[in-house]
């Protein structure tokens, strides 16, 4: 259903092939998909404004710099990159997630980002 969601995304967003989606869609009925395959949400991806890694490490350069909060950041990170101050906001909901998967990804490695005592 994945592959369906992401492959017609494609297709409505970016003109990609239209002939894969039946082959999709026959594969799910195989697998034994009660529905109907044209009902499954496309997947439409939001272009990023970051290079791989890019919003992490400026957030800690900011916070190593005396930022104190989300919104602080990313104030600081709009203004470095010469943003509207509209995209504060979006920023800071960027900023919560890149946060939280840093953290789970350290937890699962074994690392504990917190100091200790």
Known sequence: MAKRSEISGAIR???ADRHQLQHIDAVLLILGYKGDPSLIVPLRRTPSRFRK??????ILRHEAEGSASNRETATRIAQAKGWDTALVKP???NIK???GWRRRRAEAVGH???PQE
């Open 13 to 15: 967003f970016k003109g």
């Open 53 to 58: 890694g890019e919003l992490y490490r400026l």
């Open 91 to 93: 920023l800071m909901n």
């Open 97 to 99: 997630t890149a946060k």
């Open 112 to 114: 504990d980002s917190r």
